[in-house]
């Protein structure tokens, strides 16, 4: 079954950029029938979602975040990607990467991954 | 953007007991809406889909309904394993996707 991992350093310093990736194992980042997102959750608070691509590249991201997100796909690598620059304290946060048929909900998720803004 | 709002923020309930948590959309999301748990440490789960639609592997217990602006999602009688933070997520008008707060079900 199709499995979501995401790695990535666990400690940023404010101003720098976050970079994390997700790996897709059994299953193909390619398929035309699935979004790939990333997903937030700040300590003790709700879920934020923050951005997709398409397999063919195309993403949108949340009007919220929009100047500071970007996300990739590298489809050799059956894997995508984000970066968020310029990131501060309110950044901290367990970063899910998670998947969605088109029109769909969220059905598979990764475990997440604590990224903690300090100096 | 739809605004989702979930009441209550916290439900105490024992176990053995039904839970009705409500969430409702700013504007309508037809029958859009999804219902996920999640445990502490833990990602979220999928548990409901198409507002009543339960997700592969989800206990019977669990049911949802409503449609345009006002959903529930029930547990029919609490499981020690039930007590969690549950989120509403509309997928209607996206992007952007829109969660709820939350709801927390705890033990009475």
């Known amino acids: 079954q199709v499995q979501l991992q995401e790695s990535g350093p666990g400690l940023v310093k404010p101003s720098q950029s976050l970079s994390l990736t997700c790996t897709v194992s059994g299953g193909s980042i390619s398929s035309s029938d699935y979004y790939w997102s990333w997903i937030r959750q700040p300590p003790g608070k709700g879920l934020e979602w923050i951005g997709y691509i398409y397999y063919s590249g195309s993403t949108y991201y949340n009007p919220s975040l929009k100047s500071r997100v970007a996300i990739s796909v590298d489809t050799s690598k059956n894997h995508f990607s984000l970066k968020l620059s310029s990131v501060t304290a309110a950044d901290t946060a367990v970063y899910y990467c998670?998947?969605?048929?088109?029109?769909?909900?969220?059905?598979?998720w990764g475990q997440g991954t604590m990224v903690t803004v300090s100096s | 953007e739809i605004v989702m709002t979930q009441s209550p923020a916290t439900l105490s309930v024992s176990p053995g007991e039904r839970a009705t948590l409500s969430c409702r959309a700013s504007?309508?999301?037809?029958?859009?809406l999804a219902w996920y748990q999640q445990k502490p440490g833990q990602a979220p789960r999928l548990l409901i889909y198409?507002?009543?639609t339960r997700a592969t592997g989800i206990p019977a217990r669990f049911s949802g309904s409503g449609s345009g602006t006002e959903f529930t999602l029930t547990i029919s009688s609490l499981q020690s394993e039930d007590f969690a933070v549950y989120y509403c997520?509309?997928?209607?008008?996206?992007?952007?996707?829109?969660f709820g707060q939350g709801t927390k079900v705890e033990i009475k």
């Open positions: 997520q509309q997928y209607n008008n996206w992007p952007p996707w829109t």
């Open positions: 998670a998947r969605a048929p088109q029109g769909g909900a969220f059905d598979i």
């Open positions: 504007q309508s999301v037809s029958s859009n």
């Open positions: 198409a507002s009543s």
